[in-house]
């Protein structure tokens, strides 16, 4: 067996969320946010590298093209019945491999950790809603999770943008079509996708990643003509996705763009996953913001402020937006996390609004005992 093969094998075995392989190093694998060796391997050396590389690339000329143009590559891997998203990339001028192995299944909506208002909100005719977070932070599920749902439950034609296609979603009620991403694929870019989706007569159109102005521009224009847009960001809270959209423009177009960012964006979850005390257990953590009246405000505002936005979310509460310190505070009350956890996550400046949301939790916890 191909040693790629027999760590593949090993990595869904121990149930890895990703594989790392470089150049004097084992095989690695990320176990529930921890590295570990695979045992019974030799560190890998130059041929093992670019036999990898013959196995991923499979003789395809425009895959080999592109990374050794752009020195790096973006693709898919199948081995049996699992699915990878694979990243080559180049260190001290060897390959370097990150596969991410993409679950058979999906988990229920009801198991993710967030609340129903995210998946209410699907039933929007347009707009747009924002799914953030980090790398790792469970974004791609959670997205998922969404179409999944809608294909369920809703009779609508659903166009997605990946890079590369991570679940494979079978039409129910709804239409799904799902375009790979990347030279030679599908859709060349996002953005050139994005502007052909107005030709495609779909209600729901799914971008798997924002990530600069020409697919912003895009995403605004299906929205603004009627589509519901659902896409992802990189960025770690609700009020700095915001920031992150308005700076992708320069300084005169701005206030223009606050303008159609305030009555187009209806929702941002942004979410952190973080490993549980006990356990081997991911705890989900979510900052969800509702865009109402008060935080359409804070957006159109000539000076834009973060701290704003957060104030207005932390406000808006009976409305379905949940803080990050209130999510924070509700799983430390429920046990998911300890109280070091929960404060590394928020600045010391929020620790005593993070204590005294606590207490009020605690509170109420006890007098619903009674």
Same mark, same amino acid.
């Given at each position: 067996?191909?040693?790629?093969?027999?760590?593949?094998?090993?990595?869904?075995?121990?149930?890895?969320?990703?594989?790392?392989?470089?150049?004097?190093?084992?095989?690695?694998?990320?176990?529930?946010?921890?590295?570990?060796?695979?045992?019974?391997?030799?560190?890998? %050396?130059?041929?093992?590298?670019?036999?990898?590389?013959?196995?991923?690339?499979?003789?395809?000329?425009?895959?080999?093209?592109?990374?050794?143009?752009?020195?790096?590559?973006?693709?898919?891997?199948?081995?049996?019945?699992?699915?990878?998203?694979?990243?080559?990339?180049?260190?001290?001028?060897?390959?370097?491999?990150?596969?991410?192995?993409?679950?058979?299944?999906?988990?229920?909506?009801?198991?993710?950790?967030?609340?129903?208002?995210?998946?209410?909100?699907?039933?929007?005719?347009?707009?747009?809603?924002?799914?953030?977070?980090?790398?790792?932070?469970?974004?791609?599920?959670?997205?998922?999770?969404?179409? %999944?749902?809608?294909?369920?439950?809703?009779?609508?034609?659903?166009?997605?943008?990946?890079?590369?296609?991570?679940?494979?979603?079978?039409?129910?009620?709804?239409?799904?079509?799902?375009?790979?991403?990347?030279?030679?694929?599908?859709?060349?870019?996002?953005?050139?996708?994005?502007?052909?989706?107005?030709?495609?007569?779909?209600?729901?159109?799914?971008?798997?990643?924002?990530?600069?102005?020409?697919?912003?521009?895009?995403?605004?224009?299906?929205?603004?003509?009627?589509?519901?847009?659902?896409?992802?960001?990189?960025?770690?809270?609700?009020?700095?996705?915001?920031?992150?959209?308005?700076?992708?423009?320069?300084?005169? %177009?701005?206030?223009?763009?606050?303008?159609?960012?305030?009555?187009?964006?209806?929702?941002?979850?942004?979410?952190?996953?973080?490993?549980?005390?006990?356990?081997?257990?991911?705890?989900?953590?979510?900052?969800?913001?509702?865009?109402?009246?008060?935080?359409?405000?804070?957006?159109?505002?000539?000076?834009?402020?973060?701290?704003?936005?957060?104030?207005?979310?932390?406000?808006?509460?009976?409305?379905?937006?949940?803080?990050?310190?209130?999510?924070?505070?509700?799983?430390?009350?429920?046990?998911?996390?300890?109280?070091?956890?929960?404060?590394?996550?928020?600045?010391?400046?929020?620790?005593?609004?993070?204590?005294?949301?606590?207490?009020?939790?605690?509170?109420?916890?006890?007098?619903?005992?009674?």
């Amino acid at each position: 067996m191909l040693l790629i093969e027999s760590v593949i094998k090993e990595a869904v075995l121990k149930d890895a969320s990703d594989i790392h392989l470089m150049c004097g190093l084992k095989p690695i694998l990320r176990i529930r946010r921890s590295l570990v060796e695979v045992s019974d391997t030799k560190p890998l %050396d130059e041929n093992d590298l670019y036999d990898v590389y013959d196995y991923i690339v499979r003789g395809n000329v425009d895959k080999d093209n592109v990374y050794k143009q752009e020195r790096k590559l973006d693709t898919s891997l199948v081995f049996g019945d699992v699915r990878l998203r694979v990243n080559c990339s180049y260190a001290d001028d060897m390959p370097v491999f990150t596969m991410r192995i993409i679950k058979n299944e999906l988990p229920k909506y009801e198991d993710l950790g967030l609340p129903e208002i995210v998946k209410a909100m699907t039933y929007q005719p347009q707009g747009l809603i924002l799914v953030t977070g980090k790398t790792n932070s469970g974004k791609s599920t959670t997205l998922n999770c969404l179409i %999944d749902d809608i294909n369920r439950k809703q009779n609508k034609k659903i166009l997605t943008l990946e890079s590369p296609v991570e679940y494979k979603h079978t039409s129910k009620k709804s239409i799904i079509v799902q375009k790979e991403v990347g030279p030679g694929k599908d859709s060349a870019t996002f953005s050139d996708g994005a502007k052909n989706a107005l030709r495609e007569d779909c209600d729901i159109l799914v971008i798997g990643e924002i990530r600069d102005k020409i697919t912003m521009e895009a995403a605004i224009d299906m929205a603004e003509s009627g589509h519901l847009v659902i896409g992802t960001l990189h960025t770690k809270s609700c009020a700095e996705t915001v920031d992150r959209m308005v700076n992708f423009y320069d300084v005169r %177009d701005q206030s223009t763009v606050k303008n159609l960012l305030s009555s187009l964006l209806k929702l941002v979850v942004s979410q952190r996953l973080l490993k549980a005390p006990k356990g081997n257990e991911l705890v989900l953590v979510p900052e969800i913001m509702v865009v109402d009246n008060a935080i359409a405000a804070c957006i159109r505002k000539e000076k834009f402020s973060t701290s704003e936005i957060e104030d207005a979310i932390q406000g808006n509460l009976d409305k379905g937006s949940i803080g990050l310190v209130n999510s924070l505070a509700n799983l430390y009350v429920t046990g998911k996390l300890s109280l070091e956890q929960v404060k590394s996550q928020v600045e010391e400046k929020n620790y005593e609004t993070l204590n005294r949301t606590i207490m009020q939790l605690n509170l109420k916890k006890g007098s619903g005992a009674k």
